[in-house]
């Protein structure tokens, strides 16, 4: 499932959005702020970053110039009050890769978000392949070889955070918020289930591939040494 980031401060409006993009199948990551949208940015993989311009800690835009590295190729729309010809000029040039004046109808802005989704990420680098395993986003599914398997939303999102540290520890709390999301409630032991259910998927498939467990730490995606 889709994962969207909302920094909305207006709490009836936020929850509103929220609702109706979960109604389509969007998850979203909810903050009235930037600095919370901030730290949680880097830690999930977001298709699209929904943006109000007047929050409590300034103007939206700021954090739009501000954001770097993986973050800065998320697609942005920016919604605001502000809707004249110098407002909108501003958050485009600003990197906003859409501009929503509110009031606006929920219709509208799903079509927006939507359509923001579906552009293609050229830039995008996180790897969807490692070692004989290969991701396959669209259908969430996973392949080695001629094989393939289909594979949970959060399971995926787990391995393709894996595959972005490949040899390196990711901590439990960053592997269960790749999953389900900054701030949601996570059932204890749902991430070890999700390992063990991977874990047989990647041995169901004959992978070379296989994840360690680094008590007390986390995860790690390895390529298993030849016999």
């Known amino acids: ?17 929220e609702r109706s993009l979960l109604k389509v199948g969007i998850e979203v990551d909810r903050f009235g702020d930037m600095a919370s949208a901030r730290q949680a940015l880097p830690l999930c993989e977001y298709s699209v970053l929904i943006l109000d311009r007047g929050l409590p800690d300034g103007d939206g835009l700021t954090l739009l110039q ?13 919604l605001t009050a502000r809707d004249s010809l110098h407002d909108r000029i501003e958050g485009l040039d600003s990197g906003a890769d859409d501009y929503l004046s509110k009031p606006f109808a929920m219709e509208e802005f799903i ?3 939507r359509a923001l989704m579906r552009r293609p990420r050229a830039l995008h680098t996180q790897p969807t392949e490692f070692a004989d395993l290969r991701v396959v986003v669209d259908n969430a599914s996973l392949h080695c070889g001629r094989e393939a398997l289909t594979v ?3 399971e995926i999102q787990i391995l393709l955070t894996l595959m972005d540290a490949a040899g390196r520890n990711v901590t439990r709390p960053r592997l269960e918020q790749a999953a389900w999301g900054i701030g ?18 990647i ?25």
């Not at 749902?190 to 998927?201: G, M, P, Q, T």
Request: proline share 5%; with cysteine; net charge positive.
């Open 184 to 201: 949601k409630a996570v059932t204890p032991g749902a991430l070890d289930v999700a390992i063990h259910r991977l874990r047989r998927k």
């Open 66 to 78: 501000g954001m770097v590295g993986e973050s800065a190729r998320i697609p942005c729309i920016v």
């Open 111 to 113: 079509a927006r978000v």
């Open 1 to 17: 499932m889709s994962r969207v980031i909302l920094v909305e401060d207006n709490a009836r409006l936020a929850m509103l959005l």
């Open 152 to 154: 949970a939303p959060a």
């Open 203 to 227: 041995e169901q498939l004959g992978s070379c591939c296989s994840i360690t467990n680094v008590r007390g730490k986390g995860y790690a995606l390895h390529e298993k040494d030849p016999a």
